[in-house]
């Protein structure tokens, strides 16, 4: 064994590897939560029954279904409200595109992380810009959150700070991950 040469990782840093697993387990979820968010957005609008003062419809054999009170259904029809009447005229297409971008981007990163995980040459460097952009979309979501009511920015706003931290770091790991790989 004195004379045996180690072998070098073929799949790259280990770096690489453990950025590609977060890379692809985020990814994952935030495509999946930007998907959701551009469905409330689509369906919620200020025309449906909730905004048109119709009494709460919570059919009895409906709440026994889903186990629920009709107290409780009442606060899901005023957590519809909330969103209508707390989001400006031009929150709802904004946070659309801004989720339909997100959700790209995020399912992108999956790629990126699985390419960081193979280590591809050019995984580095994809996974700076990528997770460059995931922090660019949530400082643009921070922004549009504190400009519409205090009930809605309290829905999204602790969201969007944690998603900002994550990339954040992400970001952090890539960009010195790349630099690691330059002065190799």
Not at 120 to 134: D, I
Request: charged content about 15%; overall charge neutral.
């Amino acid at each position: 064994m004195s004379g045996s040469k180690t072998v070098p990782n073929a799949l790259g840093p280990a770096w690489a590897s453990w950025l590609g697993i977060v890379a692809v387990v985020f990814g994952i979820l935030l495509t999946a939560a930007n998907v959701n968010e551009w469905m409330i957005q689509r369906v919620i609008t200020s025309d449906g029954a909730a905004m048109q003062g119709m009494k709460p419809r919570c059919p009895e054999d409906e709440l026994l279904e889903e186990g629920i009170s009709l107290e409780e259904c009442k606060l899901m029809i005023a957590k519809v409200r909330i969103m209508v009447v707390s989001r400006p005229n031009w929150f709802r297409d904004f946070q659309m595109s801004l989720s339909l971008i997100g959700a790209i981007i995020a399912f992108g990163s999956i790629f990126v992380g699985l390419a960081l995980v193979q280590y591809s040459n050019w995984a580095p460097r994809a996974a700076v810009v990528t997770f460059s952009a995931l922090l660019v979309i949530d400082a643009l979501g921070f922004a549009a959150a504190t400009n519409t009511g205090p009930l809605l920015r309290a829905t999204y706003l602790w969201n969007i700070l944690l998603w900002f931290s994550i990339h954040l770091i992400m970001a952090a790991g890539a960009c010195a991950g790349q630099h690691i790989k330059d002065t190799d």
